[in-house]
């Protein structure tokens, strides 16, 4: 079984920036992507970003070139820095770990922009 323990959520003005961490723990394939999922009020959980084991990143096209992810293979730990932030972006915010045979959920971190 995995864990997956997420951080750094809040609320913040729009135009700030917070930064959401992700620590897993577990029985842990090597070959893995770990991500984050926004579920804003009223709708569906959807894709903000996420990175494989080998580094390469996918971002939803609203929040490109203003979030970052990254993620320490040694530490099994992933981090969304996310800057300028928008009202649209409130939600809460799941760290996802899937592999070719199982996927995992963190237990949400809630994120507020305010106007």
């Known amino acids: 079984q995995v864990q997956l323990v997420e951080s750094g959520g809040g609320s913040v003005q729009a135009g700030g920036s917070l930064r959401l961490s992700c620590a897993a723990s577990?029985?842990?394939?090597?070959?893995?992507?770990m991500g984050w999922y926004r579920q804003p009020p009223g709708k569906q959980r959807m894709l903000v970003a996420d990175i494989t084991s080998g580094g390469t990143a996918n971002y939803a096209d609203s929040v490109k070139g203003r979030f970052t992810i990254s993620r320490d293979n040694n530490k099994n730990t992933v981090n969304l820095q996310m800057n300028s932030l928008k009202p649209e972006d409130t939600g809460i915010y799941y760290c996802n770990l899937r592999t070719i045979i199982e996927n995992f959920w963190g237990q949400g971190t809630q994120v507020t922009v305010s106007s």
């Open positions: 577990g029985r842990l394939l090597r070959i893995n992507t």
